[in-house]
């Protein structure tokens, strides 16, 4: 079974950054195409963006034109850049297939202030 372990939340201002990272525990990763989701508080889980084995990538809404989600293969990685975040974005981040195939991760908590 695969593990993942995400890091790199934190508490930011509105308008800040933080660089998500996701690590899977074997090199099956490079097959399957990863995505990164979020729960907020009292909500239910949803993708915010995936990126294929080949490296095309798709967002929702909420998230477009301020989060880039990238990948290295090589090192069994995945990324979240989140610019101009808002409070809205405040949840626990985790990383898992895009049909959430493997056992989910601790995820990062990702705090947004106003």
């Known amino acids: 079974q695969v593990q993942l372990v995400e890091s790199g939340g934190g508490l930011v201002q509105a308008g800040g950054s933080l660089r998500l990272s996701c690590a899977a525990s074997r090199n099956i990763f490079r097959l399957n195409a990863m995505g990164w989701y979020r729960q907020p508080p009292g909500k239910q889980r949803e993708l915010v963006a995936h990126?294929?084995?080949?490296?095309?990538?798709n967002y929702t809404d909420s998230v477009k034109g301020r989060f880039t989600i990238s990948r290295d293969n090589t090192k069994n990685m995945v990324y979240l850049q989140m610019n101009s975040l808002k409070p809205e974005d405040t949840a626990v981040y985790y990383c898992n297939t895009v049909d959430s195939r493997w056992n989910w991760g601790q995820g990062t908590q990702v705090t947004v202030s106003s």
């Open positions: 990126i294929t084995s080949g490296g095309s990538t």
